[in-house]
Each structure stands twice: as structure tokens, then as C-alpha cells.
């Protein structure tokens, strides 16, 4: 093996665990923050839950406004930095997190991290920089593989590390963000020439650009756009809700919520892995459309409802049953736009899911808080999944009055990342 194939190799090895660290702190967190928010605020799960929305809706808009940023930012003074920089801007919210004495240190670790986070289009774009041909698509899955991976054991590491104590898994997510940026010093070269640099523009970096661009689209593409976007708002239920449901409904521990996120990326993998491989070939798109969103619909329905704990399993197989319909929808809009749109579509398809991002967690963790805090009109603990479920038939609605008079003849397997 030569010199510069040992570099590449290595070069791609720092970039799949810059994303696995990038994901995985966002996966430590969901079992952990319940109870340290409790903990910090000394409050109850119903007002953390108030307190962890607007906590993702800082995280959220942070990455949405320097994504872009970052990417062109990277196009001038080159990947490597702006990498490691990230690298230690994770290393540093992970360890305000571990240390933090208050719940505004919590905040300012997450306006930190939403920056750091931007970093993964600049990753995208090192391996962009350094694959050719069928390679470049072969390293491309592997930001597919380091995300499905990271969300998984960043649950599993947050929900068990936390039993030994509540702090430890934001310390050992610091200190692998920290390491991985040391070690990315010595072995990550730089992949964007001289040559190749632009300088930086301010036009380019504006996240709401791509956003504008979708009025251009006919009726039709637009109101699957729409239907797609409510799915993505219904399904922050279960993203920023379900922890703090399971503890207020049935008094889970972290190891408990841990084992769940387990058991639920466990089987996202499966679905998206292999079972979307064969169910949209022989059914084609529209019929997985509808039939994945009414499951996502039912799964969120039977949580709202649900009575016991241990059914959170099982309302967990329809709802990621769901996830091919979100898969096939953006596959369906993608093959009604021009061959020389499609990089414009995905960018905004994009720039959609990360403002449901910073909409969706505080509008479901305000519908949770009021009706679970102190002297609620009425106790519902479901009351974000009955909507989410609402919310879901809307989506069904508006996406059979676009397929209304149209014919799918279109049975391509879209090339999309899991939905959850």
C-alpha cells in the first residue's frame, strides 16, 4: 500500500468518527437530560421537558444558520480546520455538560454544539474532495453508517454509563470528541488544493436561500413537500418527547429509556437496511407513501394511549414501520422534478427538516408540559402523540389529494438516510 493510500485510508477513518462523535453526543443525551435538568433546576420532568425543548430549538437553529457557513467557509481556508475546530467545540460542550453547576451552562454548551454540529457538510465535503467514480458513492455510506451507529450507542452508552453516574457519559463523549481532534492533527491532511479555493461570499452561505427556491415548484410537488414537512413535525413525538414521557407515565430509569433507543435503532436499521429494499420494488412508491405514514400514525396513537410500559415496545414496530413512508415520499417528489433541479431540491428538502428541527421539539414538549404540569385542566402525558397521530392524517390527507388523477410507475428504491 503506498504512502497516500495509507493517508486516504486514515484520512476517511478520522471522518467516520468525527460524524460518529457528532451523532453520538445526541444520543448520549436523550436518556440522561430528563433527570439531569431535573436535577440542575431542581424541577419536576414536566417543566424539564419545557426546558430540553428549548434546549433542541437552540441546538437546532445554531446548526441551521451555520451549516451553510461552515460548508463555504471550508471552500476558503480548507477542510482540515474547520473539522478540527468543530472537533473541539464538541470536545467543549460535552465537558459543560459533565460540569455544568446550572441549567444556563446547559445552554451555553448547546449554542456551542449547534455550531460544532454545522461541521457535518464540511465532512461531506472532504469526501467529496477525495473520492472519484463508484468510490465516491461507497464512502458516502459511510456517513450513513457512522450516523445508524452513533445514534445507537450514543442511547445505549447514555442510558447505561449514567447508572454509574449521571455526569459520565458527557465525560467520556468529551473526552473522545477531544482525543479524536489530537489525533486528527497528526493524521488528517488537508483535501482541498490551493487551487481549488474560492473566496468566501456571504450570498452563499444563506440558509434561507434553498427554502425561497421551493415556490417554483407546481401545485402538486408542493403539496407533497407539505405533507412531508408535517411528517418530519409529527415525528418530533417520539425524538423530543418520549423520555420524559416514560418517566412521568411509567417511571423508567435511564437504563431503562437506554435499552428502548437501543431496541428502536435496532429497528430503523432492519427497516431501512433491508426490509425498504424489497417492500417499495414490489408495492412502488405510493402504496408505501400511505401505508408508512398511516403506521407512523398508528404507532404514535397506541403511545398515547398505552397503559403499561413494556408496551412501548410494541407500539415502537409500527411507528418505525413508518419509516418507509418518509423514504418514499421524498423518492416520489425527487422523480417529478428535473434531472438539473435535483441538487436544488435536496438542499431544501434539507434547509425543511432542519427548521422542523427547531419547531417540532418546542412545540411538542409545550403540548407535554401543559398537560402534565402541576394543576393541569386535564392529565394527558400523551397529548404530543395524539397530535403527532393528528398531525399524521393530516399528511395522509394532503398526499392523497396530489396523487388523486396521477399513476406510479415508479418502483426505484430512493437513495435517502433513515428516518426515524
Same mark, same amino acid.
Given at each position: 500500500?503506498?504512502?497516500?493510500? /495509507? ?27 430528563? #433527570? ?24 437546532? !437553529?445554531?446548526?441551521? *444558520? ?11 481556508? @480548507? ?22 453547576? !446550572? ?10 454544539? %449547534? ?11 472532504? *469526501? ?7 468510490? /465516491? ?6 456517513? &450513513?453508517?457512522?450516523?445508524?451507529? %452513533?445514534?445507537? =450507542? @450514543?442511547?445505549?452508552?447514555? %442510558?447505561?454509563?449514567? &447508572? ?6 458527557? +465525560? ?56 412531508? !414537512? ?30 428502548? &433507543? ?17 417492500? $417499495? ?11 408508512? *405514514? ?19 415496545? =410494541? ?58 404540569? #402541576? %394543576?393541569?385542566? $386535564? ?14 392524517? +393530516? ?8 396523487? #388523486? ?16
Amino acid at each position: 500500500m503506498t504512502k497516500n493510500a /495509507r493517508h486516504g485510508k486514515a484520512a476517511l477513518g478520522f471522518i467516520f468518527v468525527t460524524i460518529f462523535i457528532d451523532v453520538l453526543g445526541l444520543g448520549i443525551i436523550i436518556p440522561v437530560l430528563p #433527570k439531569l435538568l431535573e436535577q440542575l433546576g431542581n424541577i419536576d420532568i414536566s417543566t424539564a421537558s419545557q426546558y430540553s425543548g428549548w434546549l433542541t430549538f437552540t441546538y437546532a !437553529t445554531m446548526q441551521f *444558520i451555520f451549516a451553510p457557513v461552515l460548508g463555504n467557509l471550508s471552500d476558503k481556508v @480548507g477542510r482540515r480546520p474547520v473539522l478540527l475546530v468543530s472537533l473541539v467545540g464538541f470536545g467543549i460542550d460535552y465537558a459543560l455538560m459533565a460540569f455544568a453547576p !446550572t441549567i444556563l451552562w446547559l445552554f451555553v454548551g448547546r449554542f456551542i454544539a %449547534g455550531i460544532a454540529g454545522a461541521s457535518t457538510t464540511t465532512a461531506t465535503a472532504y *469526501i467529496a474532495d477525495v473520492s472519484t467514480g463508484d468510490k /465516491r458513492a461507497a464512502n458516502f455510506g459511510l456517513i &450513513g453508517a457512522a450516523t445508524g451507529l %452513533g445514534f445507537i =450507542l @450514543g442511547i445505549g452508552l447514555g %442510558g447505561f454509563l449514567s &447508572g454509574v453516574w449521571i455526569r459520565l457519559p458527557f +465525560i467520556v463523549a468529551a473526552s473522545l470528541a477531544l482525543l479524536n481532534a489530537a489525533y486528527g492533527y497528526f493524521v488528517l491532511p488537508e483535501s482541498l488544493s490551493l487551487r481549488n479555493r474560492r473566496a468566501f461570499q456571504w450570498k452563499r452561505a444563506n440558509p434561507v436561500g434553498s427554502l425561497l427556491r421551493l415556490r417554483n415548484y407546481s401545485r402538486a410537488v408542493s403539496t407533497l413537500i407539505t405533507a412531508y !414537512t408535517i411528517v418530519y413535525i409529527a415525528q418530533k413525538a417520539v425524538e423530543s418527547v418520549l423520555p420524559f414521557y416514560v418517566i412521568e407515565r411509567f417511571q423508567w430509569t435511564t437504563y431503562s429509556i437506554g435499552a428502548l &433507543g437501543i431496541f428502536i435503532g435496532a429497528l430503523i436499521a432492519g427497516i431501512q437496511g433491508g426490509f425498504v429494499r424489497w417492500t $417499495i420494488p414490489k408495492f412502488g412508491l405510493q402504496k408505501n407513501i400511505m401505508a408508512g *405514514i398511516a403506521f407512523y400514525g398508528i404507532g404514535l396513537l397506541m403511545i398515547s394511549l398505552i397503559n403499561v410500559g413494556w408496551m412501548m415496545y =410494541l407500539c415502537m414496530i409500527p411507528y418505525c414501520l413508518g419509516g418507509i413512508g418518509g423514504t418514499a415520499l421524498q423518492g416520489f417528489i425527487s422523480d417529478r422534478v428535473p434531472a438539473n433541479e435535483q441538487g436544488e431540491l435536496q438542499g431544501a428538502l434539507t434547509s425543511l427538516v432542519s427548521i422542523t428541527t427547531v419547531i417540532g421539539p418546542l412545540l411538542m414538549t409545550s403540548v407535554f408540559h401543559h398537560f402534565t404540569e #402541576k %394543576g393541569a385542566a $386535564i392529565y394527558f402525558p400523551g397529548a404530543p402523540f395524539l397530535l403527532g397521530a393528528i398531525l399524521m392524517f +393530516i399528511s395522509v390527507m394532503l398526499t392523497l389529494r396530489s396523487f #388523486k388523477g396521477k399513476e406510479d410507475d415508479s418502483h426505484e428504491i430512493p437513495k435517502t438516510t433513515p428516518h426515524i
